[in-house]
C-alpha cells in the first residue's frame, strides 16, 4: 500500500523557516509527478510546488523566492524548505504524488506562522 508521510510542520515566527519532508513507502514504482499543495481555512487548496522527474521545479508566484522543492537523489524523500515565511503562509501543507498512473496524498502537516 503506498503511503505519503509529511513531517517537518510546526510553530514559527514570522520571518523564520522550516523544512518540510515527505517520505514514500509502499511502492517501487516510478514516481512521475511530485508536489507540494496547501489548505488554509477557509480556502481552497492550492499548488505551492512541483518538481518534474527532471528535476525541474516550478513555484506559485506567492512563494516564489522563498520556498524550495527538491527531493533526494533516490527520488523517494521530497523536501520543501520555506524561508522568510509569512503569517499567511499558514495552513496544512499536503504532499501529492503520481505513481503508476495513480495519484496519492500525504495526510497533511501544520505550518503556523505567527506575525
Known amino acids: 500500500q503506498v503511503q505519503l508521510v509529511e513531517s517537518g510542520g510546526g510553530l514559527v515566527q514570522a520571518g523564520g523557516s522550516l523544512r518540510l519532508s515527505c517520505a514514500v513507502s509502499?511502492?517501487?514504482?516510478?514516481?512521475?509527478?511530485r508536489a507540494w499543495y496547501r489548505q488554509a481555512p477557509g480556502k481552497p487548496r492550492e499548488l505551492v510546488a512541483t518538481?518534474?522527474?527532471?528535476?525541474?521545479?516550478n513555484y506559485a508566484d506567492s512563494v516564489k523566492g522563498r520556498f524550495t522543492i527538491s527531493r533526494d537523489s533516490a527520488k523517494s524523500t521530497l523536501y520543501l524548505q520555506m524561508d522568510s515565511l509569512k503569517p499567511e503562509d499558514t495552513a496544512v501543507y499536503y504532499c501529492?504524488?503520481?505513481?503508476?498512473?495513480?495519484?496519492?496524498w500525504g495526510r497533511g502537516t501544520q505550518v503556523t506562522v505567527s506575525s
Open positions: 501529492y504524488a503520481t505513481i503508476a498512473f495513480s495519484n496519492y
Open positions: 509502499g511502492s517501487t514504482s516510478e514516481i512521475t509527478a
Open positions: 518538481i518534474t522527474r527532471g528535476g525541474t521545479p
